[in-house]
């Protein structure tokens, strides 16, 4: 295949040295023609033994070269041909136009390929690229602080690097799918659904919605949203198993604390008056005996292991829950706990949204309490403040307390640094954060709005769950 336009070549070349005279034109069309031969051997000598292993950008590229390569000695071979027959094109001018024409169809190849580019990236985003996208998308994956970040990722991606209207990420759950994240507006209700695995089991899906006017999806749209899919499903995972988790922990809090509201109540109004009611006719038996009679010493040491029991027992319900929860609620008791730490050089003012506030699953109002507490104690400690305000509201399913004060801050000096300040830099602060994230709520402190800036606003958000 390679000798056959070698020999033409070398014969067409040949005729200039021996006696046989041919017409120009015709030896022209011989010698373009064998020169054309030679990239045609060559592809007949490579297309059968390596053709498979060129991924599809090879096979692209080695098209357009064939393609631009043939056009080019085509476009030669008429102009040299138009130079031959017409009349006026051998001038300096004729060849100048010769030359320019060729240079700009050289150039057209590339600015012809910039412009589908373009408008690709216009329409379509990134998809011409699909290892760039994913390995942006993993770079981002491994950035993120927290696993819940991984949906919110992977929908920007899909929206804003490939130009789909809308994505979302659904959880498989016990109870059906969950939105963990959702981005853009769907144009139809048609979506396109990627299956996210990991391990073999199925964790979700990517739906991507169809753009305006397709209702079938590109191929090369369909493998690049499958290479995101498997590149995001590990973290998807890590962030259902995370918060599978949590709720196991907040699970396992909340019947915590109403196991021990229960028993903190059987342990107050069952056991505590048995005890005292034994007592007192303990009391009464010794009282009927003689001052002398060894029996009545007997029993008034009886009766006083009976109020050492009482006593033992009101400890222990006292640090089963705030006893106060139970005989004000949680918006009385605060209340009465901004009463207490207030005085001459400080005001503090407790206020409910909505007023009285609703019942609240025993674990919630503990922790609410518990982190108020703290944080006011803080506040009379460290702060140096004339006013502190304690607000909790709730709706929208959570919970919001808020502790703020126009005292020093947490450095001393109003700047926000860990220290002594309101909010207390040490196990205080850590207490108050653990109550908080084994409800999954958070807890932040700031410069106080309320106050200039002055002083620490602790906020601590809590989501209020179904109690079941």
Same mark, same amino acid.
């Given at each position: ?328 609620? &949680? @918006? /009385?008791? =605060?209340?009465? +706990?901004?009463?207490? !730490? *207030? #005085?001459? %050089? ?92 084994? &409800? @999954? /709520?958070? =807890?932040?402190? +700031?410069?106080?709005? !309320? *106050? #200039?800036? %002055? ?14």
């Amino acid at each position: 295949m390679l000798l056959a336009p070698f020999l033409l070549w070398k014969f067409v070349v040949s005729l200039q040295y021996v006696q046989i005279t041919v017409p120009p034109t015709p030896l022209l069309v011989l010698y373009y023609v064998a020169v054309l031969l030679w990239p045609l051997g060559l592809g007949l000598v490579f297309i059968p033994d390596r053709s498979g292993h060129l991924d599809r950008a090879s096979r692209r590229t080695m098209a357009v070269v064939v393609v631009l390569t043939g056009l080019v000695v085509a476009y030669l071979a008429v102009g040299l041909l138009l130079i031959r027959v017409v009349p006026g094109w051998r001038t300096p001018g004729g060849l100048v136009l010769v030359a320019v024409s060729l240079l700009i169809g050289l150039l057209m190849r590339t600015t012809g390929g910039r412009a589908v580019r373009l408008v690709d990236r216009s329409y379509y985003g990134e998809r011409a690229e699909p290892y760039r996208v994913v390995r942006e998308l993993a770079e981002r994956l491994s950035r993120a602080v927290s696993p819940a970040d991984a949906p919110r990722l992977l929908c920007e991606t899909v929206v804003g690097t490939l130009r789909f209207p809308a994505a979302r990420v659904l959880l498989s759950t016990s109870g059906g799918p969950r939105e963990a994240a959702a981005l853009g507006d769907a144009p139809s209700s048609l979506w396109h659904r990627f299956e996210l695995s990991y391990e073999g089991t199925s964790i979700g899906l990517l739906e991507a919605a169809a753009r305006g006017g397709e209702s079938a999806l590109d191929q090369q749209d369909h493998d690049v949203l499958r290479f995101l899919a498997d590149q995001a499903a590990p973290a998807v995972a890590s962030l259902r198993l995370y918060e599978e988790l949590q709720a196991s922990r907040e699970r396992i809090v909340l019947a915590r604390e109403e196991t021990r509201r229960r028993l903190r109540r059987d342990l107050h109004d069952g056991l505590a008056p048995a005890l005292c009611g034994l007592r007192l006719q303990v009391d009464t038996a010794c009282a009927a005996l003689p001052g002398d009679e060894p029996a009545g010493r007997r029993l008034g040491a009886v009766s006083q292991g009976i109020a050492d029991a009482i006593t033992e027992l009101r400890r222990i319900t006292d640090g089963l829950a705030p006893g106060i929860l139970d005989r004000g609620g &949680l @918006g /009385g008791s =605060l209340r009465q +706990l901004a009463g207490q !730490l *207030a #005085d001459s %050089r400080l005001e503090v003012e407790a206020v409910c949204e909505p007023d009285p506030l609703p019942p609240l699953p025993a674990a919630v109002e503990v922790a609410v309490y518990r982190i108020a507490a703290e944080a006011l104690h803080n506040v009379v400690r460290h702060a140096g403040a004339r006013h502190a305000l304690l607000m909790v509201r709730v709706g929208d399913g959570v919970v919001t307390a808020e502790i703020g004060d126009d005292g020093r801050g947490m450095g001393g000096g109003g700047d926000g640094s860990a220290g002594t300040g309101s909010a207390g830099g040490g196990v205080g602060m850590h207490s108050m954060e653990e109550r908080a994230a084994e &409800l @999954g /709520g958070t =807890l932040s402190v +700031l410069g106080n709005p !309320l *106050a #200039d800036g %002055r002083g620490v606003l602790v906020r601590a958000v809590i989501p209020v769950r179904d109690q079941e």
